[in-house]
């Protein structure tokens, strides 16, 4: 009887102590933030110093930040590690997926699906609950160091290539982090950078690829970037993070700061930000003394403990995930080898292409040293990577042994070189490898006992610093002469020359493409690249991808090429903290950068103008011949409906990218882009002669300009012209619609200039 009452007295006292100290759960968010003391909760919004007492040994080394938990109330921490093409840890033991600009030009939104997948399972056996990524900054300008990260210099390829990425890993379980937002597009100071720019082309260019995959895909979390955006840090901008994302675009997640230090606190949490990443004391002790003086209210500091909370909520981590530690690399090693071939583009081709396994003299240091991916936040330490040497001679290709020889050695010579020489950052990461000179006598020799050779052309680049004109976008003069004396030695031989653009951004090809008989462009293609590249080499796989950006015939040719930093030349980007003196120095293009060109980005400034290029977005050849017919297109309620048949009329099989791409009347608007991309996708694999039909949706709100005056979307009622095919400037077959109405959609109105 005693016992009883003993057991009875407990349980009373058990559940009194449940109600008082709630256990955290998907239904009881709010009690669990009213049972918070405001110690916890101004510990709680700012991550730990994860690789200090008592935290350091924790967590994997190289994991990207960890929140703070509080056990007493069942609030686990939870934990987010970069980035983009993979999980970037400190050892080799993850897998490197091909980076962002191949994903998108592969045009398939299945491929980065797929990628998102993997990342997500990856994610789950390494115990990471949110990947940091995808990276989806738009490509303003060729030089922008973290290009090869982003997708595209449109917003439309950007949204929902970004979008499927999303959805590949949210389906895991796992969470996003859609970054940065926004207007983040150079890395020259990039911490304290301000990216000047109209409210029109803000809402049309830099956030629409986040308010397309906001709608479709819901990331679990958006990381607010480091630039001013008009004068404010994005990170400080109610505008931006409130106005816009929460209300305009219905975003529901929580908003991350980028691994920013102490800022203006009350300013970040009214403005939206939820997260203060890596985290940093004086952050939680900034909340205090806001607090004690009354500039942060304490609804704003609940509000992000209660987005914070409905994030881990449904997390792995909260789910009592148990990491094995050991993710299989065998199964996505060949997801990177089957996604990379997907965005590898066939720029050039006489017929060369595709090859039987030959003779091959391998030219160029990164044939043998592919470059995987790009440096800083979005580098993965793969167990190992496949260079196009070691993936010609799975597929059976012969070597030329002299040439590997020199450039083997070489190529750890130079490596080892830079790296004493101090030439490599820390953050900055791996720098360029100038190309080996080679004789022309040498060049003589290896055509003798050759078949056919190929050149690898390398570009690295990635956080922190920009590319630079001269040095990254040209052509430098020893891979000039590299191109023009293989050239000219194998043609007279009557053998071919392939060239491999190995490259993290566009780079001028005018000046030499005329001189190889084909040319691939491989981009970073992850740890599987030179399988891939043999792959699509061999005809093993039909080349699909399309270019996501224009490749220019001159730098100066694009609008804005003058506003931007392209010969800054430092030794990291962060301008204002290695330089403080500068900070305050209206430095053009550093302090700040005027987005002169306004929407006039890419391909809606070339073909608006009429302006010749390299080679067009879009543009991209295969070994087969595709021809459209039975084009339509509807107007059905709030959607245009168009559709076209594509049927393979060559003699292998093939997949075609199409876009569907509108030119719009002027309606109330002064200037309208002659054409702009509304939807995209890709066939299946066609066999000779098959047929298949592609059908897109097209919200009539998606063909809106934006009035900032009357701070609204407008679609311009009358005539439409539409057209079918990848390359903007060769339409594969045309259309026309017409909307009988003028239709407004009202927004906030944000983010004026100052
Ligand atoms: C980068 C982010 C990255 C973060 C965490 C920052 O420097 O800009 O993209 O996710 O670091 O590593």
Redesign the pocket.
Known sequence: MKRLIIATVCLALAGAGASAQPRLNENNIPEVVKAMTTEEKALFVVGIKKDEPPYKGKYLPGT??VTYPIPRLGIPSIVMM??PVGIRLSKNETTCFPTGLLTAASWDRTVARTIGEAIGEESLDMGNDVI?AP?MNILRNPLNGRNFEYFSEDPVLTGMIASAYIDGVQSKGVGT?A??FAANSQETNRLDGDSRLDTRTLREIYTKAFELCVQHSQPWTV?AS?NYLNGIYTQESRDLLTLILRNDFGFKGLVVT??TGKRNTPRQLNAGTDLF??GDPKQTAHIHECLANGTLKMEDLDRACTKLLELIVKTPAFKGNKPSLKPDLDAHAKVARETATEGMVLLKNDGTLPLEPVRTALFGVYSYDLIQGGN??AWVNSPYVVSAAEGLRNAGFELDPGLEKLYRGYASFISEDLKSNHKVNVHVGDAQKPELEITRELIQNTAENNDIAVITLGRISG?ARDRILTKDFLIQENEKNLIETVCEVYHAAGKKVVVLLNICGSVETASWNYLPDAILCTWLPGEEGGNAIADVLTGKVNPSGCLPMTFPLDYFDAAGADNFPYQFISDRANESVVHPERRDMPLKNIAYTDYTEGIYVGYRYFCTNSKPVSYPFGFGLSYTTFAYSRAGVKVKGANVIASVTVTNTGSVAGKEAIGFYVSAPLGSFKDKPSVELREFGKTALLQPGESQTMTFMVPVRQLASFNSEKSRWETAKGAYKAFFGADVTKPGAEVAFKLSSAKNYPATHACEPK
């Open positions: 990207g930040g970069d980035g940091l990276g982090s970054k940065h990381m480091y980028d691994w990443m890596g800083g936040a956080e």
